[in-house]
C-alpha cells in the first residue's frame, strides 16, 4: 500500500527508450502487428511513485504479447504477484521474454516476437526465502497458474541465464 498522498496515474504515454544505444522499439512497430506492448514491469506496481509509473512506458519495457497473454494469464499472474507483498517482507522478480534465434519480428526495427515469457519471484519471510517460477506461452491462457510453475533448474537450462541461489 502506498503512503503518500497522491497515487500515481497510469498515462499510458508510451514512448521511445533513447538511452538503448542499439535502438528501441517504436510505437510504430507495434501498429497493426496485432500484438500487444506487453509490459515487463508492470505499471501497476509503481502506484507509489509517478516518476516510476511514467519509466514503465519505455518501449524497452515493452514486448510483443498476443492479447490472450497480456490481458488474461500475464495479467493475472502480475496480479497474484502483486498480492505476495501484502503477506510477505519482500520479493526480488526477474522477468523477461525467450528469446531464441529465428523468432518472428515485428516493425522496422524488426522487434522479435517470443513464444515465451518467465516469470522467477523470490519470496522472502521472516529470514527466509522461496523460490517460485512461470514460463507461459504467448497466447491465451484458461489455466490455472500452477500449470504455467517450472523448476528453477529447468527454465535455467532453457533460457541459458543462471539466478541467484541464496542471499
Known amino acids: ?16 527508450d533513447d538511452l538503448i ?3 528501441s ?34 518501449m524497452s519495457n515493452m514486448s510483443p504479447q498476443t492479447p490472450g ?3 488474461g494469464g500475464w495479467k493475472k499472474l502480475e ?5 505476495l507483498t501484502v503477506s510477505n517482507d519482500s520479493l526480488y522478480i526477474y522477468t523477461g521474454p525467450v528469446l531464441i534465434p529465428s523468432l518472428k519480428t ?3 526495427s524488426n522487434v522479435s516476437v517470443p513464444q515465451f515469457f518467465f516469470k522467477v519471484v523470490y519470496i ?7 523460490v517460485i517460477a512461470f514460463l507461459m506461452p504467448n497466447k491465451s491462457i484458461d489455466e490455472e497458474l500452477n500449470a504455467y510453475k517450472i523448476e528453477l ?11 541467484p541461489k541464496s542471499f
Not at 153 to 163: G, R
Open 1 to 16: 500500500t502506498c503512503e503518500v498522498e497522491e497515487k500515481a496515474k497510469r498515462k499510458n504515454s508510451f514512448k521511445q
Open 21 to 23: 544505444e542499439t535502438g
Open 25 to 58: 522499439a517504436t510505437l510504430k512497430d507495434y501498429k497493426g502487428s496485432g500484438y500487444d506492448r506487453g509490459h515487463l514491469k508492470a505499471s501497476a506496481d509503481e502506484g507509489c511513485d509517478q516518476t516510476q509509473m511514467n519509466e514503465t512506458y519505455y
Open 69 to 71: 497473454l497480456n490481458r
Open 79 to 83: 496480479n497474484a504477484v502483486r498480492k
Open 106 to 108: 515485428i516493425g522496422e
Open 124 to 130: 522472502f519471510n521472516g529470514g527466509q526465502y522461496k
Open 153 to 163: 533448474s529447468e527454465l535455467e537450462e532453457l533460457i541459458k541465464i543462471k539466478f
